[in-house]
């Protein structure tokens, strides 16, 4: 229990790492504990690791795609509760999630060069995601070049670990400052964005994103946004109270901006923001490419499970 609870204290104190890396820790610690429980009763097992996911929950309420596993998990146990006899079961059902899941990288790649040529294009990053690292594994995959403009990304800074991740795998990086995009973007091919959710009207992502996807739109760049099925809401057809977490922005400490200097100043310090669909040239999933007209039509209907009421 402890290692479950060291894993659930680090994916909660993470404000760095992209979604799908989160959700991948999520993931590998549910099975890890179940694996290592599989011995033990499996109501008490079942307790435990319904407790601490939730809190995974609420601390990252705002990424669907954590949320998708928790909840499917969750609607799994809903049915099956009472009739597991031991962990196995449990075990079986994450291995085929993250099989279904699994090839997300390469179908993204597939979707995006079958209609643009990418080839020694030059691109602008935002922020540290998964997903647009795992595209750019499918690049390098398949010999493809390409050289990247890539924002700090304050005030996490975690554009510096996607910077480095791209460099260290071969690719052309350039570091820049976040309020350096309106220079920059006179050398930018194309913007490539992740998304933590996109519903009908707008998507949240990393704060700065609004301003690189305005930026873009006034200099006739195309903005890409590259996100999974997982993360396509329609609101009008889902559980309001689900979708008010998901859309809640939150303020976060002023020290990250100040530095612990003494102040008696207001700071604004929020890691995420809305940005508006029109904002957007193509949404790029597993299934395809779209545009925002397209968004209510593709979006996922869910049902909720009982334990996240």
Known sequence: MKSLIRSVNNINN???????????????????????????????????????????????????????????????????????????????????????????????????????????????????????QMLFDEFKNNNIAVQVFQTVS????????????????GFDVTLIEDSAIGTIIENVNMIFLGADAVFNDYFINKTGSKAIAITGKYNAVPVFVFADSRKFFNEKNANMDIINKFQKIENHSADEILNSIKTKMKVENSYFEKI??????????????????????????????????
């Open 14 to 132: 993470d404000n760095k790492s992209g979604s799908i890396s989160l959700l991948n820790e999520v993931i590998v610690a549910a099975e890890e504990f179940y694996v290592r429980n599989k011995d033990e009763n499996i109501n008490l097992v079942n307790n435990i690791l319904i407790d601490q996911l939730y809190k995974v929950y609420k601390q990252h309420s705002q990424l669907t795609s954590i949320f998708h596993f928790i909840n499917e998990l969750f609607k799994f146990l809903d049915l099956s509760i009472t009739e597991l006899k031991s962990s196995e079961d449990a075990i079986c059902f994450i291995k085929e999630y993250k099989e279904v899941w699994s090839s997300i990288d390469k179908l993204l790649y597939n979707n995006l060069v079958t209609i643009f040529d990418i080839h020694d294009k030059k691109v602008l990053l935002h922020s540290n995601s998964s997903t647009i």
């Open 276 to 309: 508006p669909n029109t904002l957007v040239s193509r949404f790029i999933n597993e299934k395809g490419v779209f545009t925002g007209k397209n968004i209510a039509n593709i979006s996922n209907q869910f049902s909720v499970s009982k334990l996240l009421i």
């Open 154 to 169: 304050h005030p996490a800074k975690e554009g510096l670990i996607q910077a480095n991740y791209l460099a260290d795998n």
